[in-house]
Structures are given as C-alpha cells and as structure tokens.
C-alpha cells in the first residue's frame, strides 16, 4: 500500500475511537527523513485526560504496527506517533465543536463581519445555535444556522463571565429562540 494520507487514517481510527466516544478532529501525516510524522488530535463530549490519550496512543500505534506487518499500511521506515486534543486554535467547524463548547466565549465571522460572542443551546436537529451578545447587563440571543458561520475560534478567557452570561448560556434553545432578536429558520 502507498503512503497513507489524512482522509484514510480518520477512516481507519474513527472506529477504534468511537468505542471510547472520542472523534477524531485532524490528523496529520508527514513524511520527515528516515521517519514519518503522525500527528492526532482527538476530542469527545467528555474531554479526554491524560491517562485516557495515553491508552489511545497505545492502541493506535498496536494498530498501526499491525496493519503495517499485514502490509495494509506503509509508513516507511518508521513513524512518530503523537496524540493530543486539539486545543483552542480548532476552528469550530462540526455541530459537536459547538455543544462540546457552550457557554464559551467565541470570535466568529458572519456576512463578512467579526463579532464576539458566548455559545449557547443548539437546536434539537444541531443546525442552528443561539448565540449570546451583551447589551449592558442584558443578554441579547440570536439564532444563527451552522452553515452561515465562516469561521470562528473559542477566545481565551482570564476572567470569570458574570453570572447573567452563565445563565443565559445554559438557556434552553427554545427559551433563546422566544427571546432572540433575529430568526434564522
């Protein structure tokens, strides 16, 4: 077999993964000399610690190494295997991104304009999600569709958020959408 690429390994992991509720979000493959780089980011609705991306590398590099004596999979003469969460630089792309960082505050861009603003509910079907501007102590919802979301990035926080923005963030979808003051459908 060639070179593996990106697009074949999440096939290949997603199921070894998926039996300890994690996704996989990126992996990167290079070849780098005499051996090749393999970089996975994993990710799952609880966080996974330590100990948890440990045994996970354990079990990807026995499976890779299996797959490469059955010669399904060619790393060359060797690889690095890192594994690790994607930290805050991923740009929230899939509708779990989105659950997985509720009541986080997120730069986003819409209709060619950058706004902040914290991440609340999504809705039942996880295509549209309502999102929590200030107007002074007042939360002000907006419901806005997955799709129409360029790009955003979860900011960094120092500060703790008032208690007004924690409360509103756990709002219900509906209540968000009762109370919002653009409609999105």
Same mark, same amino acid.
């Given at each position: 077999?060639?070179? $593996? =690429?990106?697009e074949? +390994? /999440?096939?290949?992991l997603? $199921? ?12 990167k493959?290079?070849? !780098?000399?005499?051996?090749? *780089?393999?970089?996975?980011h ?5 966080p996974p610690?330590s100990?948890?991306?440990? *045994? ?7 499976f890779?190494? !299996? ?5 399904l999979?060619?790393f ?19 509708a779990?991104h989105w659950?997985?960082?509720r009541?986080?505050?997120?730069? %986003? =861009?819409?209709?060619?304009?950058r706004? %902040? ?9 996880? *295509?549209?999600?309502?999102?929590i501007s200030?107007?002074? *102590? =007042? !939360? ?5 569709? +997955?799709? =129409? ?10 500060? %703790?958020?008032p ?16 109370n919002?003051? /653009?409609?999105?459908?």
């Open positions: 077999m060639a070179f $593996p =690429n990106s074949q +390994l /999440t096939q290949l997603s $199921p070894i993964l998926g039996h300890r509720d994690l996704d996989v979000e990126d992996i493959v290079t070849r !780098a000399g005499k051996k090749s *780089k393999v970089v996975v994993i990710d799952g609705d609880t610690d100990d948890v991306i440990e *045994k996970v590398s354990q079990e990807i590099s026995a890779f190494d !299996a797959q490469e004596e059955e010669g999979l060619d060359g003469a060797g690889y690095t295997l890192e594994v690790s969460t994607p930290g805050v630089g991923l740009p929230l792309q899939a779990r659950r997985r960082n009541g986080r505050k997120v730069a %986003l =861009n819409m209709a060619g304009k706004q %902040l603003v914290r991440i609340g509910a999504l809705d039942p079907a996880e *295509k549209r999600v309502a999102l200030s107007e002074g *102590k =007042n !939360a002000v919802f907006s419901i806005e569709r +997955l799709e =129409n979301i360029d790009h955003a990035v979860v900011e960094i926080e120092f500060a %703790l958020p208690e007004w923005e924690k409360e509103a963030a756990q709002a219900t979808f509906e209540f968000a959408e009762e919002s003051v /653009t409609r999105e459908d």
